[in-house]
């Protein structure tokens, strides 16, 4: 079994910066690409930026327009989100996700694994 631990959320004033890692550990056989989604109260799961393990491309929301970055460390398992120019409509709880394979990781179904998440709040 996989299992993926989050950190680095916090509170942060409105156009502050967060960094957010997720490390896996377990039995990791393959690894297609890793994830991060976030919920707000009330809200459905959404897709905030994904990586493709194999040769780094990233994806990315359009609601992001350049503000996050999206990385990771290959042979450690292990990946990154880098968030400036935060907004208060930033705020929710981030959840980190692992697929073992898969053609598209912008979608929730594809993922195989999940973090406990990290929260992640914008003040203004």
């Known amino acids: 079994q996989v299992q993926l631990a989050e950190s680095g959320g916090g509170l942060v004033q409105d156009g502050g910066s967060l960094r957010l890692s997720c490390a896996a550990s377990?039995?990791?056989?393959?690894?297609?690409?890793m994830g991060w989604f976030r919920q707000a109260p009330g809200k459905e799961r959404e897709f905030v930026a994904a990586i493709r393990w194999s040769d780094g491309r990233p994806y990315y929301a359009d609601f992001e327009k350049g503000r996050f970055t999206i990385s990771r460390e290959y042979s450690k398992n292990t990946m990154f989100l880098q968030m400036n120019s935060l907004k208060p409509e930033d705020t929710a709880v981030y959840y980190c996700?692992?697929?073992?394979?898969?053609?598209?990781?912008?979608?929730?179904?594809?993922?195989?694994?999940w973090g406990q998440g990290t929260q992640v709040t914008v003040s203004s």
């Open positions: 996700a692992a697929a073992r394979g898969g053609r598209v990781l912008t979608t929730i179904d594809v993922y195989d694994y």
């Open positions: 377990g039995r990791i056989f393959s690894t297609y690409g």
